[in-house]
Each structure stands twice: as structure tokens, then as C-alpha cells.
């Protein structure tokens, strides 16, 4: 079983800058792909960034591209998100979504999440 943990959410104004982070830990083999989304009253989750475990490569939603980047630390189970330039319109609640293989007998992904945390924009 995967426990996936958030922290670094708050408050703050627009242009201002957040780092969410986010840590992986329980039984897993390995870890395939680590994402973060994000959902705001009213709306459906939403993929934010993803990044692959092995290669790095990295995925974002065209409203972020240029202010948001998405890191991880394969050491530490971990993967970051900083978020700078924010805008009200990123005011929700980010969680983290991390792909892991479950055991070395077993490769097919299972997907576990996050409580979330909230990131609110505004003067």
C-alpha cells in the first residue's frame, strides 16, 4: 500500500510564488510516473504537471507552461511543484498522484493519491 503525503499549500497574492511537495512511502516496488492536478470548485480535476521516474520527462498544462515546474528526487520518493507568476485562476486544491509498480512480481501501475492541499490567489 502507497501513503502519498502534500505539503506547502496557503494563501498568497497574485505574482507570488508556492512550492508544493509531496512524498511517497509504504510497500511499492518502484515508481513509474508522479503527477501533480489540481481541482477547483465546480470543476473537474485537472492534470497540472506529470513527470516520468526514469527518464524526467516532463508534462504540462498549457495554462502553467512558463511558470510552473514540476521536479522529482527518485532517492526520495518526492516530487515538487513550483509554482511562480500565480494567478487566481490557479486557486484550488493541488493533489499529488504518483504510478507505482506494487511489487516486482507484480508491474502493472496502480495509482494512489493524495488528501490535497489548497492554494489560494488572491490580493
Known amino acids: 500500500q502507497v501513503q502519498v503525503v502534500e505539503s506547502g499549500g496557503g494563501l498568497v497574492q497574485p505574482g507570488e510564488s508556492l512550492r508544493l511537495s509531496c512524498t511517497a512511502s509504504?510497500?511499492?516496488?518502484?515508481?513509474?510516473?508522479m503527477g501533480w492536478y489540481r481541482q477547483a470548485p465546480g470543476l473537474q480535476r485537472e492534470l497540472v504537471a506529470s513527470?516520468?521516474?526514469?527518464?524526467?520527462?516532463?508534462n504540462y498544462t498549457d495554462s502553467v507552461k512558463g511558470r510552473f515546474t514540476i521536479s522529482r528526487d527518485n532517492a526520495k520518493n518526492t516530487v515538487d511543484l513550483q509554482m511562480n507568476n500565480l494567478k487566481p485562476e490557479d486557486t484550488a486544491v493541488y493533489y499529488c498522484?504518483?504510478?507505482?509498480?506494487?511489487?516486482?512480481?507484480?508491474?502493472?501501475?496502480?495509482?494512489?493519491w493524495g488528501q490535497g492541499t489548497q492554494v489560494t490567489v488572491s490580493s
Open positions: 509504504g510497500n511499492f516496488f518502484r515508481i513509474y510516473a
Open positions: 498522484n504518483i504510478h507505482v509498480a506494487p511489487s516486482v512480481f507484480n508491474l502493472v501501475p496502480e495509482s494512489a
Open positions: 513527470i516520468t521516474a526514469i527518464t524526467g520527462s516532463t
